[in-house]
């Protein structure tokens, strides 16, 4: 399955954003999916992760209650809801898919990356 992130850009602190992730190539409702960012000079971080029929979502605790994760599996997409942005949100911001039965915060279970889409916050 191909990835594809997208809606990022630059936003001032206490804004929103809202990033899609289109798939293609696959079932999309054989994945489960998440979201993963990585900051300059950090480490990759998992954000949240939904899944494979929407049942089940899982937001980092730095993210809860601002996030939320949602998919359309006619559409083949999922959305990342932003709002009350920080500057400290500022990062590229990966999707990826997963075909095992678990969700999980893991990077490393996750077997399909799109290319990651910048998000800027401003103080």
């Known amino acids: 399955v191909q990835l594809q992130a997208s809606g990022g850009g630059l936003v001032q602190a206490g804004g929103s954003l809202r990033l899609l992730c289109a798939a293609s190539g696959g079932t999309f409702s054989n994945y489960r999916v998440a979201w993963f960012r990585q900051a300059p000079g950090k480490e990759r971080e998992f954000v949240a992760y939904?899944?494979?029929?929407?049942?089940?979502?899982y937001l980092a605790d730095v993210v809860k209650g601002r996030f939320a994760i949602s998919r359309d599996n006619v559409k083949n997409t999922v959305a990342l809801e932003m709002y009350s942005l920080k500057p400290e949100d500022t990062a590229v911001y990966y999707c990826?898919?997963?075909?095992?039965?678990?969700?999980?915060?893991?990077?490393?279970?996750?077997?399909?990356w799109g290319r990651g889409t910048l998000v800027t916050i401003s103080s």
């Open positions: 939904i899944g494979k029929r929407g049942v089940g979502t």
């Open positions: 990826a898919a997963g075909s095992g039965a678990r969700n999980t915060t893991q990077s490393g279970t996750y077997d399909y």
